[in-house]
């Protein structure tokens, strides 16, 4: 039977239904396959059969899905053995699968999002004489996030952890023939790899200690072991977080990852890639509990990150660019949740949730006003669409609202249960609530205000693109705007629903929270440091503050076609705050100076000592080989030479 430990229940052998959850990885992985073994064959019909595989295991999602929530709650985590996978000695590995109620959620998320995603892409890549391969790699992304979130071990979650890695290298450079596009795949692979370091090491810690990497006995072992064991393993997990999931300081990819295909910007941003580093994190729940230093660290963490984002988004011009930034703000908000522990771990998924809901939305909202605006990207040369685009307008619109966190709109009750954990984290004492709570309120504030810049400077104001009979700026090239196909507007229809009414749906009655428990623990409640109404006035003046100006400069205001300098800190902004010149500056260049150091001292001194002996036996040799000339007296001569030598040393030593 079941026993519930701290609120989080022990794992019961999986039956019935939820004995089919391998289906979830192996339909998205069996159409890859066949996308890729087929050939031109399946140029005509095989985006569809992505489709379809990518809704089959939504489908087998949302019945695992109906099975657990039927369950009682401490029988909802279920393990799957799958296979032996790893007999080595004393470590012995089985291959599993975990369906709980936070996978499940994943899984959902990841399947319906990414197929309403897929769906959109159909038309969206419908020119594109690659279609077949991307839809091929968008399975492939699919199936990896699956299995991330699916298993059953940290060994089987890395394996799905570089397969999300290797997908979003080929998506990112999908269109690797533009070097641009090229280098972003590249940097983005790179970055990563240094965040799976710390997974590496993670891994290294627990087998160690524990003798075991499955989630089941660390996590029971992890109940009384060592704090600073814990703290270093907390470390490391969160050091891979910050690679996934774009955090502070391993950020610095994501902007230009922008290089793919809109598509995949909104399932890296939405539903796969940035949301596992959360993943791991709240699921590694039992490790923080221990560890409360490294806790602290991820909530500082996503603090950093939430402002550094939010800062960037403000000075973007480039319309996806200015997404990703938000992207890697309100990751921020749910990685500060995050640390906050029990108080928050439920609350980071709920935004989660509803984030992966509108910024999927946005994003396939900005890939439609890049399908009439001719691949235009810049914002400046927007302007006035919201008269010719009115589902793209309306349905990035109700986005918008939701990521600002106006009631009642999602965002508002997910992002406003951070804010207010945030003011009660430490139990209200010490600087951690006032210093936590203040930088998740300012960040709503200026969240408010990019993303209001980004809405009316696209959608408002002025036209500032020519319509070809003199109207708009005349100096642009002649734009047709106007509304995809129903392929393209219908996801982001479905998608802009959620935005109005998820977040309100699982907040009813506490539902998502309850329903998390038996793998989060009980969400507990401390009193902020504020009274809550007090927070929420704060937080809605704040947004409305935002949005005021962003309006008036913006909307009510012209626009300049060509980006004023700006201050000293918009310029910063514009460079993603010197990310680039940071790392170049700290790692590149000092690694480019070490790597050409060793590869002179192995040429000069290695080699040259290797070559210098060679040299000195190849003179040697010829030196006697001159001496082997066939002449008999020569012989002769040598021999008596020798002889005297001889005769020599034996009178000077009278041997």
């Not at 050091?239 to 950020?251: W, Y």
Request: net charge neutral; charged share 10%; hydrophobic share 55%.
């Amino acid at each position: 039977m079941p026993t519930e430990v701290d609120g989080i229940a022990t794992a019961v052998p999986a039956t019935g239904a939820l004995t089919a959850a391998w289906l979830l990885v192996a339909l998205p992985l069996l159409g890859a396959a066949i996308l890729l073994l087929i050939g031109r064959r399946g140029d005509a019909w095989g985006h569809w059969l992505g489709v379809a595989a990518s809704g089959a295991a939504f489908v087998v999602g949302a019945v695992l899905w109906l099975v657990t929530l039927a369950a009682p709650a401490g029988e909802r985590v279920a393990d799957l053995h799958l296979f032996t996978w790893i007999p080595a000695g004393a470590f012995d590995l089985d291959a599993g699968l975990r369906i709980d109620p936070l996978s499940l959620t994943f899984v959902l998320l990841v399947t319906f999002v990414g197929t309403l995603i897929h769906v959109y892409a159909v038309a969206y890549m419908e020119h594109d004489v690659d279609r077949r391969r991307f839809f091929a790699y968008l399975n492939i992304f699919v199936a990896a996030m699956l299995l991330l979130v699916l298993a059953d071990s940290y060994v089987l979650l890395f394996v799905g952890w570089e397969g999300v890695g290797l997908a979003s290298y080929l998506l990112i450079g999908f269109w690797n023939h533009e070097l641009p596009n090229a280098v972003a795949a590249k940097k983005a692979f790179v970055v990563n790899r240094v965040g799976d370091m710390g997974m590496l090491v993670a891994v290294m810690i627990f087998f160690a200690a524990f003798g075991a990497t499955d989630f089941e006995t660390v996590f029971a072992l992890a109940d009384g072991a060592d704090e600073a064991l814990l703290t270093a393993a907390g470390l490391m997990l969160l050091l891979a977080a910050t690679g996934k999931s774009a955090q502070f300081p391993l950020q610095s990819w994501l902007g230009d990852a922008m290089a793919g295909p809109t598509p995949v910007s909104a399932l890296i941003h939405a539903a796969t890639m940035v949301t596992a580093g959360v993943y791991l994190v709240v699921r590694s729940a039992p490790v923080y509990a221990g560890a409360p230093v490294a806790l602290l660290v991820v909530a500082i963490i996503g603090a950093i990150t939430l402002l550094f984002g939010a800062i960037v988004g403000c000075a973007k011009d480039d319309i996806k660019k200015t997404l990703a930034a938000s992207t890697m703000s309100q990751i921020g908000y749910m990685m500060l949740a995050a640390g906050l522990g029990p108080i928050g771990y439920a609350f980071a998924i709920f935004h989660l949730v509803t984030h992966g809901f509108f910024k999927a939305g946005m994003f396939l909202g900005a890939g439609s006003v890049m399908h009439g605006m001719g691949d235009q990207v810049d914002m400046r040369r927007f302007g006035g669409l919201s008269r010719y685009m009115k589902v793209t307008w309306i349905t990035f619109g109700l986005g918008w609202l939701a990521i600002l966190g106006v009631p009642p709109f999602s965002g508002f009750w997910s992002k406003d249960k951070i804010i207010e954990s945030a003011f009660a984290t430490a139990g209200g004492e010490g600087w951690q609530p006032w210093l936590l709570g203040s930088v998740a309120l300012v960040g709503a504030g200026i969240t408010a205000f990019y993303m209001s810049r980004l809405f009316f400077m696209t959608f408002h104001g002025d036209r500032r693109w020519s319509d070809g009979h003199g109207g708009g700026a005349p100096d642009g090239p002649v734009q047709h705007p106007h509304e995809p196909s129903g392929l393209m507007t219908w996801p982001m229809i479905v998608l802009a629903a959620g935005s109005v009414a998820l977040g309100l749906v699982l907040a009813v009655g506490n539902a998502f929270t309850t329903w998390l428990e038996p793998v989060t623990g009980h969400t507990e409640h401390h009193e902020p440091v504020i009274p809550v109404p007090l927070i929420m006035a704060l937080t809605l003046i704040l947004v409305a503050a935002g949005a005021f100006l962003a309006w008036r400069q913006y909307a009510a205001s012209p626009v300049a076609v060509i980006a004023p300098r700006g201050s000293v800190l918009t310029r910063a902004a514009r460079k993603d705050l010197y990310q680039d010149d940071v790392n170049e500056g700290l790692l590149m260049h000092p690694g480019q100076y070490l790597t050409r150091s060793l590869v002179y001292g192995d040429r000069q001194v290695v080699d040259g000592a290797a070559t210098g002996i060679a040299r000195l036996v190849a003179g040697s040799g010829e030196v006697v080989r001159k001496l082997q000339n066939g002449f008999v007296r020569s012989y002769a001569a040598t021999m008596v030479a020798g002889f005297v030598v001889l005769a020599a040393i034996a009178l000077a030593f009278r041997i």
